[in-house]
C-alpha cells in the first residue's frame, strides 16, 4: 500500500494546468509514480472545493532545451484525469464546473470517500483501489438490488469465479438473501482441486447455510440432483433443442393434449399411436423427432419418472428462508446442464410470481440472486421465438424479487436489450476491445474514459457500475482464500436471522 495514501499526510503530486469538464490535465515531477485508475485530490482553495479526479491517461512531457544529464528537471509528466465529481460541505457533486487553473494536486485521504459509505452496500466484497493501491475502505453491493441483476464480465483468468465465491460467502454470512449457483465447472463446491484453492463448503456456516445438489459424488454432505420428467416444459426445451415449426406445433399439441405427462407419452408410444391421438395433419417423421428427444431427455441422470423425488420444491424453500444452494452439474453434457438450469430456474421464478399474489406473503420473502455461468448461451442475441426463462427473469425479476446474476467471458454475446436491464456491472480484466465497447453503452455510469484501465486491470480488481453509486466505483475484490481465513478467526462473533422467521 502506498504509505502517503492513507492518513492526514497529503502527499503533494503537482498542479492543474489545463483543459476542461471531462478532462484535466496536470503537471507532475518526472519521478513521480502515475498508475492509471488512480485517484487523486485537486484542492481548490479559493471555492473551498476538493475535487475527486481520476487518471485515465499518462504521457510525457519534456520542457525545452533538454540535455540528458539533468532530465529529472527537464522532463515531467502530465496526468490526465476524468474528474468523478467534487466534494462540498461534505456532500458529493457531479462534476459540473473545473478546479481553478493550478490547483494543487494531492492523494486522497480516508476522509475524502466518507460520502461513499452510504453507497457501497451490506454485501461487501472487496476494498476501494485507486490505481494499484487497495485502500483500507470496503465497498460492495446492496442485497436489496440483486432483483435489478447483476453482471460479472472478465477474460478468463481475471477472477470471475473468484468474486463469485466471495459473493456467495458474503451472502451466505449475511443470511438475508437467497442465492442460487448452479456450476457446470465443479469449481465451487471445494475450489476445483486447483492447489490452495477453497470453495463454499469451506465458509463456516455452510454447515447450516448452504444446501448442496450434484449428481457426481462429492467429498462432503450433499444431495442428489433429481427433477422430475413432469415438469419439464416445452419451453424448457427449447433451451436445449431448435425446433422447426412443425415440431413446436407438435409438440405444443401433444403437451396440451397430455398435459404434464407428455414427454413420458412422447417417449413411449410409438408415433403412429401418438399421432392418432393428437390428430392433427403431423408427419410421423416430426414426431419421431419429438420422441428420440423425449427418449434422449428420460435417459438423462438426473430426470427420473418418479414426481416425488424433485429437487424444486426444496431449492424454493431454501431460497426463501435465506439459504445458500449449490448445484453442481460438472458431471453433465451441456445439454442436461442447461435443461435443469431452466427447469429449477423456472420453477422459482413462478413461485415466486404466484406468491406476488399475496402480498402479506410476498413481503416476506428475500431477493433471490440466481448465479449463471457462462451466461450468453442463455441471454444470447436472436432467440428464436418465446423468451428463455433467464431473458424474461431479466425483463421481470425486479417485481417478483428474482435477480439474475449472469457471469461471462464474452459479454457482446449478450442480447443488448437484456444487458441494459442490468443494473450492476462488476467489470473485471477484459481483453476484446468489442467487449468493452459493449459494456460502454449498458453501464449506468459514463466508463467511456476507462477504456485504458479496463484492459490493464489485474486479476481481482474490478470497477463496479451501478445507478446507485455516483461514478464507477474501483475495487479489489478480496481472494476467497484469504477472506476465509479472516472467517474463522471470527467464527463466534455472529449469527443472522431467526430461522424459522419465514
Ligand atoms: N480478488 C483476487 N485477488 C487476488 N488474486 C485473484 C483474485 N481473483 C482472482 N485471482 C487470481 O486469478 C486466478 C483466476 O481467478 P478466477 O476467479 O478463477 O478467474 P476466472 O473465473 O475469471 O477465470 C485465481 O486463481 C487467483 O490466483
Ligand atoms: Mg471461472
Known sequence: MNEGMVGSVKMYK???????????????FYTEDLFLGD???????????????????IKFGVNQSFELHDKERRLYKIGQCAPLGYI??????????????????????LADFEFLKSYTGDIAIGNLRSGEDVLDFSVGVHGDLFPYHIGIFATTGMGKSNLMKILAGVVMSSGKYGILIFDPHGEYYDGGGKKNSKGLKDIPLSESRLRIYSSRKLSGPHNTLKLSAQEITLADLRQIYSFSEAQHEAAAAAEYKYGKNWLLELGDKEPEEIKNELGGNFYEATLNVLKRRAETILRFSSIHTDPSVSITRSVVNDLWNGKSVLIDTSNMYEQEE???????????????????????????????LIVIEEAQRVLGKNPVGELSVFAQIAREGR??????????????????????????????GLADEKDR?????????????????????????????????????????????????????NKKSKTAIDEDFY
Not at 88 to 109: A, L, M, V
Not at 414 to 419: F, N, Q, S, T, Y
Not at 443 to 461: C, F
Request: with cysteine; hydrophobic share 40%.
Open 39 to 57: 485517484i487523486l485530490v485537486a484542492q481548490d482553495d479559493e471555492r473551498n472545493l476538493r475535487f475527486l479526479l481520476r487518471v485515465v491517461d
Open 88 to 109: 462540498k460541505n461534505g456532500n458529493f457533486r457531479k462534476p459540473k464546473t473545473i478546479p481553478s487553473h493550478f490547483s494543487c494536486i494531492s492523494s486522497p485521504t
Open 14 to 28: 503537482g498542479r492543474i494546468t489545463g483543459k476542461n469538464v471531462m478532462e484535466i490535465e496536470f503537471r507532475t
Open 437 to 489: 465497447s459493449i459494456l460502454r453503452g449498458s453501464a449506468k455510469q459514463d466508463i467511456s474514459q476507462l477504456g485504458n484501465e479496463i484492459q490493464t486491470l489485474m486479476a481481482g480488481e474490478a470497477l463496479i457500475t451501478s445507478p446507485e453509486t455516483p461514478f464507477a466505483i474501483p475495487a479489489k475484490i478480496h481472494l476467497f482464500e484469504e477472506w476465509l481465513k479472516k472467517q474463522n478467526v
Open 399 to 428: 417485481k417478483f424479487k428474482t435477480g439474475l446474476c449472469a457471469i461471462t467471458q464474452q459479454p457482446k454475446l449478450i442480447d443488448e436489450e437484456l444487458l441494459s436491464q442490468f443494473n450492476t456491472l462488476f467489470i473485471l
Open 338 to 368: 442447461l435443461l435443469i438450469s431452466a427447469v429449477i430456474t423456472r420453477s422459482i421464478f413462478k413461485t415466486n410470481k404466484e406468491t406476488y399474489q399475496d402480498p402479506a406473503k410476498f413481503n416476506k420473502i428475500p431477493s433471490i
